[in-house]
């Protein structure tokens, strides 16, 4: 079993920056070779890909509204993944989730159905 837990979320103006962090729990063993993400939902929308990172960490994909001001990154000493988030907009409110990928290998396409542990979400909140 996998436990993640988001924190870092709140309240922030535009242009401002945020880093969010994901820890994971249980099956520690296997989270370092797979295929980690971020994700976002809003009200009444389906929940969005935001970005991937490989078990390495070498290998990142980003949708293209966060590409250039958001970063994915992850510390598998510490069980960790974090997304830097930077000029953040007022489109980027949303509760943002952490998943890990079934496969251990990402996809070009950011695809939820290919997540199968996911956090509780952490709200995210931009103002103009």
């Known amino acids: 079993q996998v436990r993640l837990m988001e924190t870092g979320g709140g309240s922030v103006q535009t242009g401002d920056s945020l880093r969010l962090s994901c820890v994971v729990s249980?099956?520690?063993?296997?989270?370092?070779?797979?295929?980690m993400g971020w994700f976002r939902q809003t009200p009444g929308q389906e929940r969005e890909g935001v970005a991937t990172?490989?078990?390495?960490?070498?290998?990142?994909t980003y949708a293209d509204s966060v590409k250039g001001r958001f970063t994915i990154s992850r510390d598998n000493a510490k069980n960790m993944i974090y997304l830097q988030m930077n000029s953040v907009k007022p489109e980027d409110t949303a509760t943002y989730y952490c998943a890990r990928r079934i496969y251990v290998n990402c996809a070009p396409q950011i695809q939820e159905a290919d997540f199968n542990y996911w956090g509780q979400g952490t709200q995210v909140t931009v103002s103009s």
């Open positions: 990172i490989s078990g390495s960490g070498g290998t990142t």
């Open positions: 249980g099956d520690t063993y296997t989270y370092a070779s797979n295929c």
